[in-house]
């Protein structure tokens, strides 16, 4: 008998074309044994809501949730989490399209590996579900996990919607701290603390980028050029982005997430080195010297050109802003 496996989507203000291809794809699974857990966090856009209930009478795997008031995102989806009574859980976003065999290939991985979470590949998809990357793990340089890893520490390792995990890494993950920024970074950040990570080469789903992407698959270029619309191309412009949006958003807020989980005595240690050095290369204006730090922290299997342009970004800032700004 198939093993019972959670799957938790949030919803506000959903495109509902977007909607209804991803809701449809989760219930042509070749995996069965599955509950949709879906919770709409007040849109104003009733058409979400009226969707979601007319899928919730139709498929009896459906559980809608409609919140009262907005929450926002990461109390929206602590809340599902606390919804989960599965052994398994998978996270889910509003508008992919997952591959009939998803499910499958992650609960076979993860049990065939032994540990706490599997993430996959995915190929990237545009508004018209046209494939215009083949490998997101190539084209973003995603990090490849085996067991254990520090990268699970100092990095995001693979997106939420790529990901499965036991609901020992969820009861761990319960309540949300105040630092929480992302779910997908502390469940492997915590996986990595107990059994460990594996991952899938195979694409298992289309990941969507669309013109309400906040960053998602977004490159550098790309979020470097709407920051430029908006504040400006000077150095100090520059600075301030590169203190706000990547050392700190993508960086320095995770590791201050993962100690506050922190058990492993290692990995507390560990955390507040990698601190004192995100923090340190945010008072660097010019030249940062100490790059020997970044291939102890951040280096590591599949992330060789990533590695390039981070080392330029944390460590030669200057050189940064010519090479990517003017």
Same mark, same amino acid.
């Given at each position: 008998?198939?093993?019972?496996?959670?799957?938790?989507?949030?919803?506000?203000?959903?495109?509902?074309?977007?909607?209804? *291809?991803?809701?449809?794809?989760?219930?042509?699974?070749?995996?069965?044994?599955?509950?949709?857990?879906?919770?709409?966090?007040?849109?104003?856009?009733?058409?979400?809501?009226?969707?979601?209930?007319?899928?919730?009478?139709?498929?009896?795997?459906?559980?809608?949730?409609?919140?009262?008031?907005?929450?926002?995102?990461?109390?929206? %989806?602590?809340?599902?989490?606390?919804?989960?009574?599965?052994?398994?859980?998978?996270?889910?976003?509003?508008?992919?399209?997952?591959?009939?065999?998803?499910?499958?290939?992650?609960?076979?991985?993860?049990?065939?590996?032994?540990?706490?979470?599997?993430?996959?590949?995915?190929?990237?998809?545009?508004?018209?579900?046209?494939?215009?990357?083949?490998?997101?793990?190539?084209?973003?340089?995603?990090?490849?996990?085996?067991?254990?890893?520090?990268?699970?520490?100092?990095?995001?390792?693979?997106?939420?919607?790529?990901?499965?995990?036991?609901?020992?890494?969820?009861?761990?993950?319960?309540?949300?701290?105040?630092?929480?920024?992302?779910?997908?970074?502390?469940?492997?950040?915590?996986?990595?603390?107990?059994?460990?990570?594996?991952?899938?080469?195979?694409?298992?789903?289309?990941?969507?980028?669309?013109?309400?992407?906040?960053?998602?698959?977004?490159?550098?270029?790309?979020?470097?050029?709407?920051? *430029?619309?908006?504040?400006?191309?000077?150095?100090?412009?520059?600075?301030?982005?590169?203190? #706000?949006?990547?050392?700190?958003?993508?960086?320095?807020?995770?590791?201050?997430?993962?100690?506050?989980?922190?058990?492993?005595?290692?990995?507390?240690?560990?955390?507040?080195?990698?601190?004192?050095?995100?923090?340190?290369?945010?008072?660097?204006?010019?030249?940062?010297?100490?790059?020997?730090?970044?291939?102890?922290?951040?280096?590591?299997?599949?992330?060789?050109?990533?590695?390039?342009?981070?080392?330029?970004? %944390?460590? %030669?800032?200057?050189?940064?802003?010519? #090479?990517?700004?003017?």
């Amino acid at each position: 008998m198939e093993d019972k496996i959670d799957i938790i989507l949030t919803t506000y203000n959903t495109k509902i074309e977007y909607l209804k *291809k991803q809701i449809d794809s989760i219930l042509n699974q070749t995996y069965t044994n599955i509950k949709l857990l879906i919770s709409d966090d007040n849109s104003s856009e009733k058409e979400v809501q009226k969707i979601l209930k007319e899928y919730e009478k139709k498929d009896n795997r459906i559980k809608v949730y409609i919140q009262e008031k907005n929450i926002g995102y990461i109390k929206n %989806f602590e809340f599902l989490l606390k919804q989960t009574d599965a052994e398994y859980i998978m996270f889910c976003d509003h508008d992919d399209i997952w591959y009939e065999n998803k499910v499958e290939e992650s609960i076979k991985k993860l049990k065939s590996e032994n540990v706490d979470l599997v993430y996959c590949n995915s190929t990237q998809i545009n508004e018209k579900d046209e494939i215009i990357k083949k490998d997101y793990f190539k084209y973003k340089n995603v990090p490849l996990i085996k067991g254990k890893n520090n990268l699970a520490i100092s990095r995001c390792i693979g997106i939420g919607c790529s990901q499965i995990i036991t609901k020992q890494v969820r009861d761990k993950m319960l309540p949300f701290t105040e630092k929480v920024m992302a779910h997908d970074w502390l469940a492997a950040f915590i996986a990595n603390e107990n059994k460990g990570i594996a991952y899938i080469e195979e694409p298992l789903f289309g990941y969507r980028l669309h013109n309400t992407n906040v960053f998602g698959g977004r490159n550098l270029a790309q979020n470097l050029a709407r920051w *430029k619309d908006e504040n400006g191309k000077t150095y100090k412009s520059y600075l301030k982005y590169r203190k #706000e949006k990547v050392i700190d958003k993508a960086y320095l807020d995770g590791a201050k997430m993962c100690k506050q989980y922190a058990k492993n005595e290692a990995n507390k240690k560990f955390l507040t080195e990698i601190i004192h050095y995100y923090e340190n290369l945010e008072k660097s204006k010019y030249v940062n010297f100490h790059i020997f730090k970044y291939f102890k922290f951040l280096a590591g299997k599949n992330l060789f050109k990533k590695s390039i342009k981070e080392i330029v970004i %944390f460590h %030669f800032p200057i050189i940064g802003f010519l #090479e990517f700004v003017k």
